[in-house]
Structures are given as structure tokens and as C-alpha cells.
């Protein structure tokens, strides 16, 4: 999801991603398989597929977050004119 002030995702989202990510890791040592993990915290198997994965290969900091995947395409700068030129309306 996008925002217009910078986009990704707010704080508070981050932070939900993070703790279902978490949560995932403790089921994952506790034993239990991928389409009950998805299931439980209603993400993808593919997802909770991933996440074990990167579990396997470097334990919890491989399944935390690593940030945005790419930087923004637009600087500030460029991103105030493209706010002046919508707030213009149609032309």
C-alpha cells in the first residue's frame, strides 16, 4: 500500500508485519508446519514458506525485515512538484 507522504507502509503497520514474522518463528520451533502457520496468522503459505526458509538458513534476524526493497523513485524535490502540479485539478 502507498502514502503520499513517502509511501510504504506507517510505523504501526511495520511493526504488525514484524510481530507476525515473529510469531511464525516461535511456531516454527515449536514443529509446526507451514499450512497450519499461514493459517493461524492468515498470511500465504508461500509466505510462512519463505519466512521458515530464511528460519533455516539464519535463524530470527534472517526473518526480520530488512527495510524497504527499493529507495523512492522521486526526491523531495520532485515529489512537491508533482503535489503542486495535482493540486492544480484537471486540466
Do not use: N
Not at 65 to 80: E, Q
Request: net charge positive; charged share 30%.
Amino acid at each position: 500500500m502507498r502514502y503520499p507522504q513517502g509511501g510504504g507502509l506507517t510505523a504501526e503497520r511495520q511493526a504488525f508485519h514484524e510481530r507476525v514474522r515473529m510469531e511464525a518463528v516461535a511456531m516454527f520451533a515449536a514443529g509446526r508446519g507451514s499450512s497450519e502457520v499461514a493459517k493461524e496468522l492468515r498470511v500465504s503459505v508461500r509466505s510462512v514458506q519463505r519466512w521458515r526458509q530464511a528460519w533455516r538458513a539464519a535463524g530470527q534476524d534472517g526473518v526480520r525485515s530488512r527495510g524497504p526493497a527499493s529507495r523512492p523513485r522521486l526526491s523531495d524535490a520532485l515529489f512537491a512538484v508533482l503535489e503542486e502540479e495535482l493540486a492544480k485539478g484537471l486540466a
